[in-house]
């Protein structure tokens, strides 16, 4: 029973697997778990787009409840279940050593994290499954499955704090001496970001998932359990622009491989520094609660809903041209790689703020009053643009730091052509909704012709559009996957395959004295110059 | 000087102040009622205000920490503890049970509270059970800097409460169970059974017994297979219901008997 | 010699403090939030319900007294707990535990007088929207109450362990830190649910 004694046991090795609260361990067990339950929502999407291509009646699913069911289970799935994780996993194992900490902050708490989320997904599936969900429009859901999906739903989020509070604490108190906050590399000062927003934005989304909790059990709702209610209530965490807030971690990604991969200082560190947590800001999405408008004030055509779009759209440009810049300024060095050709996790890295960039644009566009676009699929095509986004940056973040967490090498080219392929299913579902979305197409389209605003050739033209897009992002999801899992048995991958700059590609971080943001490149040219 | 950290989370909380101050005048609020949350006067969408007035607030409190703690600089650690250089943060502290155990122990309490409230009770206790030992691990590994000494320190102070309550707790719910299997079975079948159960039992313990070496993981999982049996059968019949229960009453020489009509 | 030999022991080696501090303060801070939605959509809906000009609470369900006298118990479970960080930080073992045992009471007592009050209410759950949120807040707040009476419990298993005070101050402020959070919640209620009813 005790702990310590497991060593000393010989713990068998069903033993070492729930026990391990390594941080390493840890972050694969959330990547496993994460891209497994991505699958899932993957699916349940090219499902909900295969139902969406015949509006007469419900072909995939039995009944318009069913659809609309598997519809919010595909937006909560990618968000909570799938992206989040993902990106929690990537920062567990990597930020530890980006700070140069032997382990995580309460370590055990991390597992704890871990378990309690994994047993939270398991009972929010559950409660799909059994026809529970979020509650359907006509009613038509069984209340208590609908309360077992909220209360899997209150575990996930209480993982997802715990490991975040694990993180954060580990990004501030578990730095080497030299490494201030400000040097810390991009990633981690973006999860550090990300982190205090998701602190700040997931404890609203359980105020209100118990709200709507307490007022179902047992009874006539009076009013926010009400099984039409309760999807409204949480859908403002599955669209703009709560969704910055949880994919921004990809900028870090992103700007932690361009400059390794380019073999260059980035220019404006601070100025990343700033616009990350400005993005982070206008991420802060739980005001946006559209369930609650006041009559007269509805928030979403409240001026501060638009600044917050347009300002959303500006930083990202802003990030996207300090990106370009980067590029710009050190195309010299591309050449000089193996064959010739840029690094797949940097050809991703650009394509993932590329998608980041197109998801803030249509975000500006659907808070236009004239275009009345807030109601539509273009809502849809934001939030998979977003997450899409960061999905292709977790897959860039995977295959840079994948050799150091898992140790084994995986096939840079299938990697990169996984990235592709999501990067264009993404693009599709994303353009096709927008111009559905123009055309009036709302975004539940239920069962029914009514239902779906008013569908005429060109929208059901544009949802084969769609649908392929989202077989395509299954596709690259699966092929990341099948990449993943060529890692566990993969050659053994060098310690520092990259060339690095941050303490996490050192041999002994506790050795490196730390200057600057880039201690490695430090040692590196200092050593150049002496000799 | 003001720390990055400092920094951010000031500039959340003048960030998130400003637009709470400014979604409170646009959405229709009057002079005051921002400024002063809503205090005298009025905001417009109060969830818009609050939201961001929270936010602020809670950024406000990170930034007070962070510029009290010097960012948690390593710096600042080593300075407090007048060292040269500053201790890890946090060791590897090995393989722990204690999260899963919790985290079930959580997983229980939330599916009890929707499916039944034994549940729900049973996890609110597993939860607090694991508090107490994970606070004693916790607890032991500040003890000293010898591993086994500490844990043996723990385990002489938690052993003597451990095993009592685990074999109690254990043969509690085997007893459960059994009694569950006894009672929904016929009467002569729960001759056979609590016959056949005890002959199994008696017949695993001699072949345990006479095979000293069997090894000891064989050993556990038939043990727990057996366990885990046992429960599921109790939950079974607990589920299916006792047998009928028949008295035939009457004159002086009626006696209690126990019929089997219903099956 | 024999098992259960004790050996001199090696001293702990030194954490770096403050560790517990931080990490504590990002969970208050995500606790604070979750109070702050709920208070943000009990002030909406309470907000438009006056203005259909609807009832909120019914007249007189609400009486003034037992929130105050919660206050007062809550005000003196703050000071108690400042008692504790201070023996905490001053190395006074003793104190310390009298004070962290004393504010751990009055978390209990706060507990129940909160059971009283909601029987005092006497409505139930599902009156109308008012009481849905009224119970909502005020049974989570409850809870986080229980959470830090547990948490106190916990920290004063430790305490009686010897680890209380000096190298291990960090757990008396840590719990301190989640307890004025507590403190600070209930005040909000008293103020903005029970006054303002």
Redesign the interface.
């Known amino acids: 029973m005790t702990d310590t004694s497991l060593e000393a046991d010989g713990a068998t090795a069903l033993e070492r697997v729930v026990t391990s609260t390594d941080a390493n361990t840890l972050g694969r067990y959330w990547l496993g778990a994460g891209s497994l339950t991505l699958l899932a929502s993957l699916v349940a999407g090219v499902l909900v787009a295969l139902e969406r291509l015949d509006l007469g009646g419900a072909e995939v699913f039995g009944s318009a409840d069913e659809i609309f069911q598997f519809w919010s289970a595909y937006r909560v799935g990618l968000v909570l279940l799938a992206i989040v994780p993902i990106i929690v996993g990537l920062g567990t194992a990597v930020a530890p050593l980006q700070v140069g900490s032997d382990s995580i902050a309460f370590p055990r708490m991390a597992a704890f994290s871990f378990w309690t989320w994994l047993i939270g997904a398991g009972t929010t599936i559950t409660g799909f499954l059994i026809d529970g969900g979020l509650g359907t429009p006509d009613a038509g859901s069984q209340r208590q499955a609908v309360a077992l999906t909220l209360v899997g739903l209150l575990m996930v989020i209480g993982g997802l704090l715990g490991a975040t509070v694990s993180l954060l604490t580990t990004i501030v108190c578990g730095r080497v001496a030299g490494l201030t906050l400000r040097r810390i590399p991009l990633f981690s000062w973006t999860l550090l970001v990300a982190g205090t927003f998701w602190l700040l934005t997931l404890p609203v989304l359980a105020a209100n998932a118990v709200l709507a909790y307490v007022d179902l059990r047992g009874r006539t709702a009076v009013r926010f359990g009400a099984e039409d209610a309760i999807w409204e209530q949480l859908s403002w965490s599955f669209s703009h622009p709560q969704v910055y807030a949880f994919a921004l971690p990809l900028v870090g990604i992103a700007f932690d491989i361009v400059p390794v991969s380019l073999r260059n200082r980035l220019a404006n560190h601070d100025v990343v520094l700033v616009l990350t947590t400005l993005l982070g800001v206008v991420g802060f999405g739980a005001y946006a609660q559209s369930f609650f408008d006041t009559p007269g004030t509805p928030v979403m055509y409240q001026a501060i809903y638009v600044v917050d779009a347009f300002a959303a759209a500006l930083i990202a440009l802003a990030l996207f041209g300090g990106l370009a810049d980067t590029l710009r300024r050190g195309a010299g060095n591309l050449g000089s790689g193996a064959g010739n050709r840029p690094p797949a996790p940097m050809v991703l890295s650009v394509l993932a703020m590329l998608l980041l960039l197109a998801a803030a644009a249509v975000g500006a566009l659907r808070v236009v009053d004239p275009f009345d676009l807030l109601a539509t699929s273009a809502t849809g095509a934001q939030m998979t643009l977003t997450m899409g986004a960061a999905f292709v940056g977790a897959m860039a973040g995977t295959l840079w730091w994948g050799d150091r967490i898992f140790g084994k090498v995986s096939s840079q080219g299938l990697g990169l052509l996984a990235g592709l392929a999501a990067v264009v299913g993404v693009l599709m579902i994303g353009v096709a909704d927008l111009l559905s979305g123009f055309m009036g197409q709302n975004d539940f389209t239920g069962a029914s012709l009514a239902a779906a605003g008013s569908p005429d050739s060109g929208v059901d033209a544009l949802n084969v559009v769609a649908l392929v897009g989202s077989v395509l992002l299954l596709v690259g999801a699966l092929g990341w996957f099948a990449n993943g899992i060529r890692r566990l048995t993969g050659a053994a991958a060098p310690a520092d395959p990259w060339g690095g700059h941050t303490l996490e590609w050192a041999a002994d971080a506790s050795t490196v004295e730390v200057t600057s943001e880039r201690p490695l490149l430090d040692a590196l040219e200092h050593a150049g110059s002496a000799s | 000087m003001l720390t990055t950290g400092f920094k951010l989370w000031f500039g959340i909380f003048v960030a998130a102040f400003g637009a709470a101050v400014f979604a409170g005048y646009t959405s229709g609020g009057d002079e005051t009622g921002p400024l002063t949350v809503a205090w005298k006067g009025a905001v417009g969408n109060h969830v818009s205000y609050g939201l961001l007035i929270s936010v602020a607030a809670v950024a406000f409190g990170l930034a007070l920490f962070s510029i009290a703690f010097r960012d948690g600089d390593a710096e600042a650690a080593a300075e407090l503890l007048g060292t040269e250089t500053a201790p890890p943060a946090q060791r590897p502290v090995g393989g722990s049970w204690w999260p899963i155990f919790a985290a079930l122990g959580v997983g229980a309490t939330a599916v009890g509270a929707v499916v039944h409230p034994a549940v729900f009770v049973i996890g609110i206790c597993a939860v607090a059970a694991i508090a107490v030992e994970w606070t004693m691990t916790n607890w032991s590994e500040k003890l000293s800097g010898d591993r086994a000494h500490n844990a043996a320190q723990r385990e002489k102070l938690l052993r003597p409460v451990e095993i009592p309550v685990l074999g109690t707790l254990g043969v509690g719910v085997l007893v459960l169970a059994m009694s569950r299997v006894l009672l929904a079975s016929s009467v002569n079948g729960a001759v056979v059974v609590a016959t056949v159960v005890g002959v199994v039992v008696l017949c695993g313990a001699i072949v345990i017994s006479r095979n000293p070496n069997l090894p000891r993981g064989m050993v556990q999982g038939v043990l727990l297979i057996g366990f885990v049996a046992v429960i599921v059968a109790g939950i079974v019949t607990a589920a299916t219901g006792e047998r009928e229960f028949h008295q035939k009453g009457g004159g002086e020489h009626a006696t209690d008997t126990q019929s089997e009509d219903g099956h | 010699m024999a098992a259960?030999t004790e050996?001199a022991?090696?001293?702990?080696?030194?954490?770096?403090?403050?560790?517990l501090?931080?990490?504590t303060?990002?969970?208050?801070?995500?606790?604070?939030?979750?109070?702050?939605?709920?208070?943000?959509?009990y002030?909406?809906?309470r907000?438009?319900t006056l203005?259909w000009g609807a009832e909120w609470f019914p007249e007189g369900a609400i009486e003034l007294k037992p929130g105050g006298s919660l206050m007062s118990t809550f005000a003196m479970a703050a000071i108690t707990m400042a008692w504790a960080q201070y023996s905490a930080i001053h190395e006074d073992r003793v104190h310390g535990l009298i004070a962290l045992g004393l504010t751990a009471l009055l978390g209990i007592a706060a507990i129940n007088q909160t059971v009283f009050y909601f029987n005092d209410i006497g409505l139930p759950?599902?009156h109308?929207?008012a009481t849905?949120?009224l119970?909502?807040i005020v049974?989570?707040h409850m809870v986080m109450t229980g959470i830090a009476v547990?948490w106190m419990g916990?920290v004063l298993?430790?305490g009686f362990?010897g680890?209380g005070t000096g190298r291990?101050q960090d757990l008396v402020i840590a719990v301190s830190i989640f307890w004025y959070a507590v403190v600070a919640v209930y005040s909000v209620i008293w103020l903005f649910i029970y006054v303002a009813k």
């Not at chain 3, 022991?9 to 560790?19: K, N, W």
């Not at chain 3, 208050?28 to 208070?39: E, H, R, Y």
Request: proline share 5%; no cysteine.
């Open positions: 259960g050996v022991p090696v001293e702990a080696p030194l954490a770096r403090p403050r560790t501090l931080v990490g303060a990002f969970a208050t801070g995500a606790a604070v939030m979750f109070f702050g939605a709920l208070f943000s959509l002030s909406s809906v907000n438009d203005a759950i599902d109308n929207v849905t949120l119970y909502v049974g989570t547990l916990l298993l430790r362990g680890q291990h």
